[in-house]
């Protein structure tokens, strides 16, 4: 392929990337599901998950709809070999959960193996892994912050919760 064509599928992985992020912002499991092929793998420091259906359920375990949570993934480093692709990403992430007065903020690396697939949106790409280890992580009492308050949209609580 060409260097035109490798630009097209990076911007179409990137695109994917940011798919997966407001999907699990927003708890749209079927959304975060259609991100991976059916025998994607992934590699959270909690857990280890050997398909898309283990994702999907682990996710949706942890992040429930009183959670709030913010993922932004920066600096993407993209590599595409064929039909086959690797990313690197930088993680800035935000939980919050009033009803445990909890905060957490922290960064992580993110690596994913894309794979392309005859999907007909976003040049076809899925992730097949994705993982992350944690540069850091702080928490703190949400009560601890003077003045803090947490307004949770309804669009945080995923679809079965009302949110869009």
Do not use: N
């Not at 959670?67 to 590599?79: D, N, Q, S």
């Amino acid at each position: 392929m060409g260097a035109a064509e490798d630009l097209l599928d990076i911007e179409h992985i990137r695109q994917l990337k940011y798919r997966y992020f407001r999907h699990l912002d927003t708890k749209d499991w079927h959304g975060v599901a259609s991100c991976f092929v059916r025998e994607a793998t992934a590699g959270y420091p909690q857990r280890e998950c050997g398909s898309r259906d283990e994702i999907i359920a682990f996710l949706s375990e942890s992040m429930v709809p009183d959670l709030v949570t913010m993922h932004h993934g920066h600096h993407p480093e993209i590599a595409v070999d064929g039909d086959h692709a690797t990313g690197t990403w930088y993680l800035h992430d935000k939980v919050m959960v009033a009803a445990y007065d909890f905060g957490l903020e922290g960064a992580a690396i993110y690596t994913d193996r894309y794979v392309r697939t005859d999907a007909p949106d976003l040049g076809g790409w899925r992730m097949s892994h994705t993982g992350y280890q944690r540069v850091f992580e702080a928490t703190w009492s949400l009560s601890a912050v003077q003045g803090f308050t947490v307004a949770q949209g309804e669009i945080s609580r995923g679809p079965a919760s009302g949110g869009e």
